[in-house]
């Protein structure tokens, strides 16, 4: 019997480095690991990483330079610890990391965290060890599925991977090269992840893929599926109340994926559709692939078929020769759009992508300038689209106490976090819930006992 021991695993980044921490604490059960949120105590430490952000590695090094220290600690108490890199900045720095940091004794990308047991053995030998080939080896089927307890304990909401890697490279874009080309899962695999999660007990489930809407895994009649079919079949399974999918490209928006929205009750009513920049000019450096008037068409196809639905995007202000007219077109379109929310960056190059050797780098305050504005222009919009649910009736899906005893905070269809008065068994259920009053970042209501039929799930668009 192998004695229990203990794995911190800190996430950095997006929703899908949260999926693949999960993944790798369930590789690590057989091996006699069990997760902890103390990293004083525990026996493997790792840092799961995310390349988007700027001087990404920089961060990095300077976290692995705290845990070197707290390693020859222990190491004076005669205990292991060992130290592993995973996600993106593993994928692009590679044996550099050991170079750099030579107390770590695992690299790996996010395509190698099925083979961690394997991993591990070589590690604990002593040699640095870095993994970071694409090799085509089906990650996702080799890692044991997680317990039932398990799954229960992460909450009532699941991430599910179904698509990995980006075929689109955009100019500033690292994720091609850290990600790898775009996969698919196939359809069967999916189902079969998504019954278990319902069965533990999950009632809402986000689909994942860095560009999730070109989703073509393989079907059970041995032809690709879209992202829409993918979608029905889902729906059929017994407790899976919610779907979401994210995130979106443009281009990948088909009309079977706007019947679905129009469609199925249990696909929410919420799209993070990125569009990056307003200027045609800067679309077109940005090698999206798609102009304005292309976005704002597409919006508004998809609110004829969903009327309601909530509309979020990235976009990066300053990207290599932004003028300020061209950066004027971006808060045009987000005027003219208008966003539930949005997350803004300041473009900052990233070391092997096209962008980052163009000349005409934007002056940084101009960037930071341009920043703010947009920002501001983003909060008004979010505060509006906030406002506009007080007096309304909206189905939350409660996932876990509040901050006071007697609170509960949920979900509404369109992903704002609801907080109530309400009983704890309540958790994992949804109720109808009146929307009183707004807070910077959640709605506050009460619950009803209104029939089902008078939700209101269909209030008008465009609210600013
Ligand atoms: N500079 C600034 N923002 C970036 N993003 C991706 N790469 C960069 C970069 N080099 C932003 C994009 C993307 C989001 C996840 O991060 O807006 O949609
Ligand atoms: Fe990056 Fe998204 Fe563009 Fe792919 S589509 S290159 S993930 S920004």
Redesign the pocket.
Known sequence: MTAQKSVYIKTYG?QMNVYDSDRMTDALVPLGYRETDSLDTADLVILNTCH?R?KAAEKVYSELGRLRVMKEERALEGREMLVGVAGCVAQAEGQEILRRAPSVDMVFGPQSYHRLPEIMERARLGVGVVETDFDGDDKFEVVPAPARQAIRARGVTAFLTVQEGCDKF?T???VPYTRGAEISRPVGKVLAEAERLAAAGVREVTLLGQNVNGYHGEGPDGRPWGLGDLLRRLAEVPGLDRLRYT?SHPRDMDADLLAVHRDLPQVMPYLHL?V?SGSDRILDAMNRRHTRDDYLKLVARIRAARPDIALTS???VGFPGETEAEFAETLSLVEEVGFAAA?T??????PG?P?ASLGDQVDEAVGSERLLRLQALVNRQQQAFSASMVGRTLEVLFEKPGRYPGQLIGRSPYLQSVVVAADAARIGTIARVTIEDIRPNSLMGHLVDAPAEAVDVAGAGGWS
């Open positions: 997006c988007i700027e955009c500033f874009c690292v995130t990125p990056q990235d976009f990066i997350y960056f300041k473009y900052s190059p990233r992508t962008a």
